[in-house]
């Protein structure tokens, strides 16, 4: 019989956790909690201004309020933070919802800070027809005995899902890189002049200034000095934090596009590393032949691993120390 062995659901630990606090701030208990702050009659005035009549009673016949489903500009000044709720029920990505394509970018900072402007204040009448406009379409084609407090709730869950994913894995990359980063510095240590989280600068044996620092694209270069705002572009290194075996096709693939961008750029050595351990190496070597060196994350951070001396070795002799 085979083993059976899975990682520990630390992700959805992270998740349960985020999503307590964001209940408290977004979510259905968040709306609650405003509306009971305030003076229902503004917020029934205001629905009746903002809201289609007929949704309200169609709501009012399961037992629901018309805030469940409909924004008004009052809840928004007692809590900005609320447009995020909306913002949720109705399935929009915060990538698709706060653009110059929908208008709704300039109301960011509600949602992200909870703070309201004059001028977004002078805009809340537009953009809550807007969101009652999509609230009325996604009404009207729900089934009757779908519509519930409950079911409501669980939309809000459907969107947040793929938003708290793709923020694991953000951090999950952005673990990766720092991983990477300090075994750099480890190897480097003794010739470092100055380090900073994101900067390690130090002197190789030329005398020449050399420099290892986070960047956008790709995650890590290293770069020596030739002269005041001159660089000789040594090592971009493009970190894979994913651990989901089945998408190591695609890590492989956009750090492949990642070097074809640094090799233009004139970097002389382009590496990968990856955070799957059962890597085909020689499908990631058809994936990216512009990588000239492959490296896992679990065997960069054991210092007695092979992998690990290839890697000090190759930086060592690279940056001249």
Avoid at 57 to 66: F, Y
Avoid at 272 to 282: G, K, L, P, Q, S
Wanted: glycine fraction near 6%; hydrophobic fraction near 40%.
């Amino acid at each position: 019989m085979p083993s059976i062995c899975f990682e520990q659901p630390n992700t959805q630990i992270d998740f349960a956790n985020a999503l307590k606090e964001i209940r408290a701030v977004y979510l259905q208990d968040a709306l609650s909690s405003t509306v009971a702050s305030m003076d229902i009659d503004k917020i029934d005035h205001e629905l009746h201004t903002y809201a289609d009549k007929n949704s309200l009673k169609a709501l009012a016949a399961h037992g629901m309020r018309g805030e469940l489903l409909f924004a008004v500009p009052a809840l928004f000044v007692a809590n900005p933070y609320l447009l995020g709720y909306y913002r949720l029920l109705l399935g929009y990505s915060q990538k698709g919802f706060y653009t110059a394509v929908t208008g709704a970018g300039m109301f960011k900072s509600l949602e992200e800070r909870g703070t309201i402007s004059k001028r977004q204040l002078e805009a809340l009448p537009d953009l809550c027809k807007a969101l009652n406009i999509s609230a009325k379409y996604m009404l009207d084609r729900f089934d009757s005995d779908l519509v519930s407090a409950t079911f409501f709730d669980q939309l809000t869950l459907l969107t947040l899902g793929p938003q708290l994913r793709g923020g694991a894995n953000v951090q999950r990359g952005t673990t990766a890189i720092s991983q990477v980063f300090d075994v750099i510095f480890k190897i480097v240590k003794p010739a470092v002049i100055h380090s900073e989280p994101r900067c390690i600068v130090l002197k190789n044996k030329s005398g020449r200034t050399v420099n290892i620092q986070f960047a956008a694209d790709p995650d890590i270069v290293i770069r020596e000095e030739l002269a005041t705002d001159f660089f000789k572009n040594l090592v971009a290194i493009e970190v894979k934090g994913g651990q989901d075996y089945s998408n190591i096709h695609n890590r492989v693939g956009e750090a492949e596009k990642s070097h074809q961008k640094a090799k233009k750029d004139g970097y002389v050595e382009c590496w990968t590393v990856v955070n799957v351990d059962r890597i085909d190496m020689a499908m990631a070597r058809k994936e990216s032949p512009t990588t000239n060196r492959f490296y896992r994350i679990s065997e960069l951070i054991d210092s007695t691993s092979l992998e690990h001396r290839d890697f000090s070795l190759q930086i060592l002799s690279i940056v001249g120390i």
